[in-house]
């Protein structure tokens, strides 16, 4: 088993503020990550270090490559597909227009790509020449994981899928997820509140806390673990 | 999905009130070309006014558009948008002094306006552009002086004339003389802003640089080089911006250096009367501040040529009081 993403020592700051104090953690190809934690431990900022989004330090390897160096359009270059908290929709475009964005760095036609993901989310075949803020929130996610995965990604990063979602949609959601995973060989970090179902769908799971890993596994022995089961499974 | 129809009447309800907002909107459109159209077949002087309201109005859009496309890339009005204009149109002056002629110095002005363009966001813009808005502002002002300063050291500040291919002959249709230079000037305002509509519509390019517009930070995510996107937004501004110098002579019959200077604030008040963010609201309200100053100058002559600058102003005094959002702006409303 390969990592496919490699974080050693990462450390991040907003100005003044510190908030990864030295994160290491391995995505394998091929599998479901999940980072779990409370509000402010610092799962945001760990995509956002991946993606270039935020000033870090330490070394992030992506596919034996180091990322020091790239910025966020540069990772989305090197495959890295990055769905941000509140989806990063841009929702003054068309369905249509979102995709096509999700395939900006690929050359030549998209439309087998399109295809695919038309065939994931039917609706949004409908829907291609609606505006994407008119979409409700649950296809808003659906269209911003369609954008995502227009650019073949290696490596989808997919920031707290579930906010703001009815458990109907999430449990849809991760499922699609899942199959992405299965069929299309898709390699997920997803940053998850919902423990329950994160767990469900991931192959292993990190635990945060205050910008640090407290525990990590895999999910079957991060469902065992006594202090998990207290604070993110409720029972 | 259980969601899907309770949102799409959402969706339709939505598009209802956007539609009863805008509705007004046409319908005040709508009557006052149907009053120009009853106006022209009147009286031909009236219907005189009115075309060549239309090639000024024209001309004010096509500027206002320049400050649009500045506004939505960097939400800053670019104050140095019509002194770059003018400036762009001493560079065509000079290349036909060289010796080229009337078209192949246009389409040469117009490959240096985006150079220029360019160079100016990435100099002298992006270094300050994460500072502060009022950081823009301050730039764009002394960018202001230091075309009006270097034009006048380079080509001094007496009349210039620029030898327009329009001539002064006039159509005659149904009695009312059109002068072959507001055709021309129409025509070549609006083919320019087709074929940046189109680059903007139909392009990568073009979607690239509205997403980074709408929202950088995203744009960066998906793989778009928002700094380029902004300095190619830059350089379209001035390509319109030397169309609307270029446009602008004719009218006034000689260069000087503060030549594009009422125009700006005609663009200005076009610009804020369409909404700021409006591209097609640009060029409305461009036509609609052309046509109402030449009818007021026209059938108002103690109002004069002398208060139309004043009168701009009011118009955009009056906008920002009644209908900040303008004709076609929209409040933002973001789904969360």
């Known amino acids: 088993m390969t990592a496919l993403l490699e974080l050693e020592d990462v450390e991040a700051r907003y100005g003044p503020v510190h908030v990864l104090h030295g994160i290491s953690l391995a995505v394998a190809e091929g599998s479901v990550v999940t980072v779990l934690g409370p509000n402010g431990a610092g799962k945001t900022t760990t995509l956002r270090a991946v993606s270039g989004t935020v000033r870090r330090s330490g070394s992030i390897r992506f596919a034996g490559r180091s990322l020091q160096r790239v910025g966020p359009d540069g990772a989305a270059r090197l495959g890295i597909a990055h769905v941000p908290e ?3 929709t841009f929702s003054e475009l068309t369905v249509s227009e979102n995709l096509r964005l999700g395939a900006y760095t690929r050359r030549g036609s998209i439309q087998p790509e399109l295809e695919r993901v038309f065939s994931y989310f039917p609706f949004l075949s409908e829907r291609r020449r609606q505006q994407a803020g008119t979409l409700s929130g649950g296809e808003q996610q659906m269209l911003a994981l369609a954008r995502a995965f227009v650019l073949r990604p290696r490596l989808l990063l997919l920031d707290e899928p579930s906010l703001g979602l009815a458990p109907v949609l999430v449990a849809e959601l991760f499922r699609i997820v899942r199959e992405l995973n299965e069929k299309e060989g898709l390699t997920v970090l997803v940053v998850e509140q919902n423990a ?6 991931a192959d292993a799971g990190y635990v945060l806390e205050a910008g640090r890993v407290v525990l990590s596994g895999s999910s079957a022995e991060l469902r065992a673990d006594d202090s998990i089961r207290r604070s993110y499974l409720g029972y | 999905m259980a969601s899907a129809e309770s ?3 959402a ?3 939505r598009r209802g009130a956007l539609d009863a907002g805008t509705a007004t909107v046409w319908l005040v459109l709508l009557g006052a070309a149907i009053f120009l159209l009853i106006g022209c077949l009147r009286s031909t002087a009236f219907a005189g006014y009115t075309i060549q309201g239309l090639a000024l109005g024209s001309v004010y859009g096509s500027l206002a558009l320049a400050l649009v496309l500045v506004y939505r890339a960097t939400h800053v009005i670019n104050f140095a948008q019509g002194e770059l ?18 078209w192949v110095a246009f389409a040469a002005t117009l490959a240096i306006a985006f150079a220029l363009g360019t160079l100016l966001q990435v100099t002298l813009i992006r270094p300050v552009q994460h500072r502060s808005v009022i950081a823009v502002v301050i730039v764009t002002v002394g960018l202001f002086i230091l075309i009006d300063g270097i034009v006048n050291w380079i ?8 030898q327009s291919p329009f001539g002064f002959a006039s159509f005659d249709v149904g009695g009312v003389a059109i002068p072959h230079k507001d055709v021309w000037v129409i025509g070549v305002v609006l083919v320019s802003v087709l074929l940046v509509w189109g680059l903007f519509r139909f392009t990568k390019v073009g979607l690239g640089m509205r997403a980074a517009a709408l929202r950088p930070a995203a744009a960066a995510l998906v793989g778009v080089r928002v700094d ?18 270029l446009m602008a002579e004719p009218f006034q019959f000689s260069l000087s250096p503060t030549f594009m200077q009422p125009i700006l604030v005609y663009a200005f008040a076009a610009a804020v009367l369409g909404g700021l963010e409006s591209p097609a609201g640009a060029l409305v309200g461009g036509l609609a501040i052309g046509v109402t100053l030449t009818l007021i100058v026209g059938y108002v002559p103690q109002i004069g040529a002398e208060l139309q600058t004043p009168f701009a102003f009011a118009v955009l005094l009056l906008v920002l009081l009644v209908k900040p959002t303008g004709l076609f702006g929209r409040r933002e409303v973001r789904r969360v």
């Open chain 1, 86 to 88: 509140g989806r990063g």
């Open chain 1, 196 to 201: 329950h179902l994160a767990l469900q769908a």
């Open chain 2, 7 to 9: 949102s799409a009447i």
């Open chain 2, 11 to 13: 969706g339709l309800r």
């Open chain 2, 85 to 102: 204009a003018m400036l762009t149109t001493y560079i065509a002056y000079q290349l036909m002094q060289w010796g080229l002629s009337y």
């Open chain 2, 155 to 162: 080509w001094g500040a007496d009349f210039k004339v620029l």
């Open chain 2, 228 to 245: 380029s996107m902004l300095a190619i937004g830059w350089g379209l501004a001035a390509v319109l911006g030397a169309v609307a110098g």
